[in-house]
């Protein structure tokens, strides 16, 4: 169960940030940037077309069960975070690398189709959200890969200096 000096492990962790900054509320990149050039109006159609089906659908899964997904978040990163921490279990450790990103994605997504709804956004200011909201994820992704490759380099480090 060594996670960090495994290849799987930076492997699934660079796909997951590439996969999240890919798509935005399911709409994928090279739409955005298409729709937001305009020289086919087909594309700003297909962008909100996809941006509402997906924002829709996440905003009434939480409004269905928001407070059930909520309470079993916080279970699943409160054990995690317990095992990762307070036990030392270096799987745990990687696990919970993975999942608060995860977790911290969700919520802005979350925000995001919250704030697409309560102010209709459409067209230009939608592409600007949109693309705006991919600049946070990127700039989140590149702030934990950095802190997850110190601790991982950290943790192979002192097992292999110190034998823990």
């Not at 996670?3 to 590439?18: E, T």
């Not at 990687?94 to 919250?114: K, Q």
Request: contains cysteine; charged residues 15%.
């Amino acid at each position: 169960m060594r996670s960090f000096s495994s290849v799987w492990f930076w492997i699934v962790l660079a796909l997951y940030w590439s996969s999240v900054s890919q798509f935005v509320l399911g709409a994928p990149y090279d739409l955005i940037m298409r729709a937001r050039k305009g020289n086919n109006p087909q594309d700003m159609q297909d962008l909100q077309a996809l941006v509402e089906v997906h924002g829709r659908r996440r905003l009434t899964m939480m409004r269905r069960a928001g407070h059930w997904v909520v309470a079993f978040m916080t279970t699943l990163l409160t054990t995690i975070y317990a095992l990762a921490f307070h036990y030392g279990v270096e799987f745990a450790q990687a696990v919970f690398a993975l999942i608060l990103p995860l977790t911290i994605v969700r919520l802005m997504s979350l925000r995001l189709a919250f704030r697409i709804e309560r102010e209709n956004l459409t067209g230009a200011r939608l592409c600007r959200a949109l693309l705006t909201h991919r600049f946070w994820v990127q700039a989140l992704g590149v702030v934990v890969i950095f802190l997850t490759a110190v601790w991982g380099m950290f943790h192979v480090i002192s097992r292999s200096v110190l034998g823990f």
